[in-house]
Nanobody, 115 residues
Framework: QVHVVESGGGLVQPGGSLRLSCAASGNAFSLYFMAWYRQVPGKQRDLVAAITDVGTINYADYVTGRFTISRDNAKNTVYLQMNSLKPEDTAVYYC?????????WGQGTQVTVSS
């Protein structure tokens, strides 16, 4: 069992920035595929950004150039730096950890972009 815990959400004005953190347990973190998803009520959970064990990164088109995913294997943590935030970025952001055939989710952290 891998425990995944997100932090860093909150209320920010349009154009502002937030950094989300996701800590995952286990001694094999460096092998984990890590990803951030987001979900608004009534809609499906969508992929925001992902980073593989070797550092390959993918972003959803709507965050490219604004969000940056990174990982620190020494701290068992993945980050999502979010800049130039827009009201439409408002959602619950979830961290996802995958290793072999197993997948683990955090409880989510709310991000609200509003003036």
């Amino acid at each position: 069992q891998v425990h995944v815990v997100e932090s860093g959400g909150g209320l920010v004005q349009p154009g502002g920035s937030l950094r989300l953190s996701c800590a995952a347990s286990g001694n094999a973190f460096s092998l984990y595929f890590m990803a951030w998803y987001r979900q608004v009520p009534g809609k499906q959970r969508d992929l925001v950004a992902a980073i593989t064990d070797v550092g390959t990164i993918n972003y959803a088109d709507y965050v490219t150039g604004r969000f940056t995913i990174s990982r620190d294997n020494a701290k068992n943590t993945v980050y999502l730096q979010m800049n130039s935030l827009k009201p439409e970025d408002t959602a619950v952001y979830y961290c996802n950890a995958r290793i072999w055939d197993n997948e683990f989710w955090g409880q989510g952290t709310q991000v609200t972009v509003s003036s």
